[in-house]
C-alpha cells in the first residue's frame, strides 16, 4: 500500500513564525502536492513538484515556498504565518500527474 | 476559468437506497475523471476513475460519465450509513491543466 506520511497532525504557531511541514511518501512516486482545505472552499493546490528540485506554482501559492530536495521527501514553508494560513494541509503523490493521488493523514495548522 | 462544480449538499438518503452524486465540468477537453470520498477529519481517498463515456462498475458503485453533456455522476447502490461522508469529484484536463482540479464536494447522510 501507498503510505503518505506528514509530520505533525496538529500544529499551532504564532503570527509571524517560519512554519515547516513536512510530506513523505515511500511509493518512489514522481509527482508531489500540497493543497490546503477550507471548510466551502473545497481542495485548493499551493504547489507541486513532478521531480526532485522542480517545482510548480498551484492556484494560491502566495505565502508560501516549497522545498523537494529528495524524490520521497516534499516540504511546505510558511516563511511568515498569518492567521489567514490557518487551515488543514494535505500532502498528496501520485506517480503521474494525471494519475490518482493518494493523500497523506493532512495536519491541522492554527496560527494565533 | 476552471470549473469543476458539485452541489454541496447535504443529500440524505435512506439505508439500502441508491445515494446519486452529480458533477458538471467547464472544459469540453477534460480526459480523467476521478471520485473521492472523505470521511470527516480525514483525508480523501480515491473510490473510482473514470476515462470513457458510459458506465463503470465496482461492486456498489457505479461511475457514469456523459462527456456531451459534461458531467459525471457517482451512483451508489444499497447505501449504507458507512457512505456518509463528503465526495469530490477531481477532472482532469480542465483549462489544459494535467494537474486534476478538484470539486467543492457533495455531504452525503445515510440515515438508517
Known amino acids: 500500500d501507498v503510505k503518505v506520511t506528514q509530520s505533525s497532525r496538529y500544529l499551532v504557531k504564532r503570527t509571524g513564525e517560519k512554519v515547516f511541514l513536512e510530506c513523505v511518501q515511500d511509493?518512489?512516486?514522481?509527482?508531489m502536492f500540497w493543497y490546503r482545505q477550507d471548510p466551502g472552499l473545497g481542495l485548493r493546490l499551493i504547489y507541486f513538484?513532478?521531480?526532485?528540485?522542480?517545482?510548480e506554482k498551484g492556484d494560491i501559492p502566495e505565502g508560501y515556498s516549497v522545498s523537494r530536495e529528495k524524490k520521497e521527501r516534499f516540504s511546505l514553508i510558511l516563511e511568515s504565518a498569518s492567521t489567514n494560513q490557518t487551515s488543514m494541509y494535505l500532502c498528496?503523490?501520485?506517480?503521474?500527474?494525471?494519475?490518482?493521488?493518494?493523500f497523506g493523514p493532512g495536519t491541522r495548522l492554527t496560527v494565533l | 476559468q476552471k470549473e469543476v462544480e458539485q452541489n454541496s449538499g447535504p443529500l440524505s438518503v435512506p439505508e439500502g437506497a441508491i445515494a446519486s452524486l452529480n458533477c458538471t465540468y467547464s472544459?469540453?477537453?477534460?480526459?480523467?475523471f476521478f471520485w473521492y470520498r472523505q470521511y470527516s477529519g480525514k483525508s480523501p481517498e480515491l473510490i473510482m476513475f473514470i476515462y470513457s463515456n458510459g458506465d463503470k462498475e465496482d461492486g456498489r458503485f457505479t461511475a457514469q460519465l456523459n462527456k456531451a453533456s459534461q458531467y459525471v455522476s457517482l451512483l451508489i447502490r444499497d447505501s449504507q450509513p458507512s457512505d456518509s461522508a463528503t465526495y469530490l469529484c477531481?477532472?482532469?484536463?480542465?483549462?489544459?491543466?494535467?494537474?486534476?482540479?478538484f470539486g467543492r464536494g457533495t455531504s452525503l447522510i445515510v440515515h438508517p
Open positions: 498528496a503523490s501520485s506517480f503521474m500527474a494525471n494519475n490518482e493521488q493518494f
Open positions: 513538484s513532478y521531480d526532485v528540485k522542480m517545482k
Open positions: 477531481a477532472v482532469r484536463g480542465v483549462g489544459g491543466s494535467y494537474i486534476p482540479t
Open positions: 472544459d469540453r477537453g477534460s480526459q480523467s
Open positions: 511509493m518512489d512516486h514522481e509527482n
